[in-house]
């Protein structure tokens, strides 16, 4: 057997990081904007994940010093893994912020080439910029080239004629080390539902690992997707909004082999819902209970008075005034 090169070791070096960072837990949770924040990667952790992703950070403006993006840029000092997802269309500046979130702790970076916002589609960033395959794959090598060492990841979605297909296929001969798909089309949006087939034919085209995502609300759609697509990772979004406790629940019915109720009972609800306010509170300051209200009207979703209680609960600025409406409305399902 020929030496192997630098390139090679670092190559090896990265897919068994990856392969144990997949392992690490059943269900992925998946990067969201104005959810994937540091209290909710925190929370999450305590759920078991293993994994965490941050929400995406715009390129340009981390190179450009945007006081903004560097304030969420919250993941400095957290447990790691840390996936850190990154956008841009430039591959000087991508490069860059790759070697910026590594800097600063980054286990994974992770390139968004799914995001169908208009204000990211619209620079050519997210869906926009796998449309453009040379352009997406001009970024994919200089985020390579920046951080050899490193993890890097890719989240797309789904493209007609195969686009998908040849796309992924690039990025893995680049040396990215694993696909996320997103089994929608740019076009779906968040629409219609997840197409798993797409997943299932990914993994047939990739040596590297396959995250699937789309649609898992419980832990059997979550097994339902590994076993229909073969892919390597399930990664669930809007599922663990309100019921973080699928990622917990996924992991005990891994290590036992039995089903767990998707919803814990209402008490334990109201406590996650509690540690989850203290989490933006001590992270996010006083703003941090305005940002959570999203969260609490789903952690209250289907208790008995949920609809009284969240017009008040929209009010809530501070903890103790959290606690105090949570106790006049759900009385005992509060936990001392
Ligand atoms: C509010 C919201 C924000 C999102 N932000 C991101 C993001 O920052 N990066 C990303 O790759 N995907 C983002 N997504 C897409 C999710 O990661 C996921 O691909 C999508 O929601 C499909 O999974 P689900 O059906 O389990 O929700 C976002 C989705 C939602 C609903």
Redesign the pocket.
Known sequence: MGRLSGRDVFSMHRRELLRRYLLLSPLLP??????SDRPFRDLLRTMGAGLVYT??FSSEAMVRGDPRTWNVMDFKGEEPPVAV?IFGSRPDLMAETARIVVRHGAAIVDM?L??PANKITRNCCGAALAETPDRAVAVAQAVRDAVPHVPFTA?IRWQKNNGALDLARRLEDLGVDAIAL?ARTWAQG?GGS?EWEWIARLKEKLHIPVIG????LTIEDARRMLRETNCDAAM????LVGNPWLVRHAAQAQETGNFFPELPDETERIRILLEHARLMRLHRGPHGLIEFRKHCVRYISGLPGARVARVELMQVTELDQLRETLERHFGSLVPS
Request: proline share 4%; net charge neutral; with cysteine.
């Open positions: 998946a990067p969201m904007c104005g959810y929400e995406m997802q968004n799914g995001c989240k997103h968040y997840a995502n789309g649609d898992i669930a979004g809007r599922g």
